[in-house]
């Protein structure tokens, strides 16, 4: 019977402290969202300013949103407050209570909420996501694509004219090699630090940035694809 005693007091003292432990998790998550965050579709081109409280406001704490996000964003019309749900989600809800959005961290300061039939949105912090706008403006241009031997073998102008929602036109030159050609990108979109080519077909070319300051598609190759700024 002691044994048994010792076994339920250890499990019990676990228990307390795993509850400890997420209590913990959901204060510190509430902490670090205080503050002013952006709300936007994917690659942000509707977005839209948040200013999240600490303040207790019905069943959720205070939020302000900017005049605009009605406009940008609609659904936004509907939320009136935030919360922390379980452990890790951050919850944008209407006067009841219930979920306008769901956001999870996906990455340090960046969270995703899907809302069916009509897509992914991103929250992130606002100084972050202006110096991520900062970042696509600094994409805008003429562009070489090279061989790992620095042989050239494309051109091609990024630009800043929106194609599809998210997404931005983007022209080849002429005389471009035959794969890059075949392969033909006609969009693109600076996603989660990565430069992102798409066809019409729907293939996708992924560029990240190396220590060189040049972007290399990945996933890497023994005879690599670089893209430099021109």
């Known amino acids: 019977m002691a044994v048994l005693r010792v076994v339920a007091f250890a499990v019990a003292a676990s228990l307390a402290a795993i ?32 200013t999240m409280k600490g303040d207790a406001a019905g069943q959720g704490y205070k939020l302000e949103l900017e005049p605009a996000c009605k406009t940008a964003l609609p659904f936004t019309k509907d939320i009136v407050a935030w919360s922390v749900r379980g452990l890790d989600i951050v919850r944008m809800q209407d006067a009841t209570g219930e979920a306008v959005i769901d ?5 340090a300061g960046i969270f995703e909420g ?17 110096s991520m706008a900062k970042s696509m403006d600094q994409m805008i241009g003429d562009w070489a694509m090279v061989r790992g031997n620095g042989q050239p073998v494309c051109g091609l102008t990024l630009t800043n004219t929106e194609a599809s929602p998210d997404n931005f036109q983007v ?5 471009c090699d035959p794969t890059i050609a075949q392969f ?12 992102v080519l798409m066809s019409k077909s729907g293939a996708v070319w992924q560029f990240e940035a190396d220590d060189n300051a040049q972007w290399r598609r990945v996933p890497d190759t023994a005879d690599p694809l670089i893209m430099l700024r021109q």
């Not at 509850?19 to 998550?29: E, F, I, K, N, Y």
């Not at 956001?103 to 990455?107: A, I, K, P, S, Y």
């Not at 033909?184 to 430069?195: D, S, V």
């Open 184 to 195: 033909n990108p006609t969009q693109w979109r600076l996603e989660r630090g990565q430069i």
């Open 171 to 175: 022209f080849l030159k002429p005389k």
């Open 114 to 130: 899907l809302r069916q039939g009509e897509g992914v949105y991103i929250l992130q912090d606002l100084a972050a996501a202006r």
């Open 103 to 107: 956001f999870t961290e996906v990455e």
């Open 19 to 50: 509850g400890a432990a997420h209590a913990q998790d959901a204060t510190s998550l509430k902490k670090s969202m205080l503050g002013q965050w952006e709300l936007s579709t994917t690659e942000r081109s509707k977005t839209c300013v948040v």
